[in-house]
């Protein structure tokens, strides 16, 4: 039987205030009953990815929160890296398939994506040019650009306005949150991204 190999098990976007602005989920390989099914539910990853957000608050105080360009450690010997880069690499591993991975914007937006380790069959990082069954920080970074350009190009859109999506105050503070992103199309760019990406796949 071959092995398995990473794929995405979750993409979330993050607003600056920490609200919540959209998340898709992905199915993961079962070698025992050759099915696909999500190890979350949506509710579950949900939880994830707000738990990943004391992660980002923590490396920002500290002050060393992104990966040194071509590293695949998970520290930074560089305060300026964040400010180049914004990728956090690692940010925890959830347990021993579960493991978030976070991107930060120049104006606070947070991307995470949760790798499940085991989520795809071996034999799809043929048909979709990847190889190995290991996974660096660095090759999650394709990923971020993706969901960066979707982001940029939603932002773009002259029918959507980023102000009702972002909330003047955080969550909790007496204010409503904002509203989630309801596009169909970026739901479709996120989904493909996901779908798309397999170890060792340089673009998407």
């Known amino acids: 039987m071959a092995s398995a190999i990473p794929s995405i098990a979750c993409l979330g976007i993050i607003g ?3 609200n919540p602005l959209h998340v898709t989920v992905f199915p993961s390989y079962d ?13 579950q990853f949900s939880l994830l990815l707000s738990s990943a957000l004391d992660v980002f608050e923590a490396r920002a105080r500290s002050g ?11 520290s930074s010997n ?20 579960l493991a978030a991975y976070g991107f ?3 104006t606070g937006v947070k991307f995470v994506a949760v790798v499940d380790m085991r989520g795809r069959p071996g034999n799809a990082a043929v048909r979709n040019g990847g190889g190995g069954v290991g996974l660096r ?9 993706a969901m960066q350009t979707a982001y940029v190009r939603l932002l773009q859109n002259p029918f959507y306005d980023p102000d009702e999506h972002a909330p003047l ?4 503070a007496g204010e409503p949150v904002g509203k989630r ?6 739901a479709d760019e996120m989904r493909r991204i996901g779908e798309g990406w397999a170890p060792g796949v340089a673009a998407l």
Do not use: Y
Request: charge should be positive.
């Open 31 to 43: 070698a025992a009953t050759n099915t696909r099914a999500p190890l979350r539910t949506p509710i």
């Open 64 to 74: 060393g929160s992104a990966q040194q360009p071509g590293g695949g450690g998970g």
């Open 137 to 145: 920080d660095t090759e999650l970074r394709v990923v971020f650009r």
């Open 181 to 186: 992103i309801t596009s169909r199309r970026f």
């Open 16 to 18: 600056r205030h920490n």
């Open 169 to 172: 105050v955080p969550p909790g």
């Open 104 to 106: 930060e914007t120049n």
């Open 78 to 97: 560089s305060s300026a890296a964040p400010a180049v880069t914004g990728d956090f690499g690692l940010l925890h591993a959830v347990d021993e398939r």
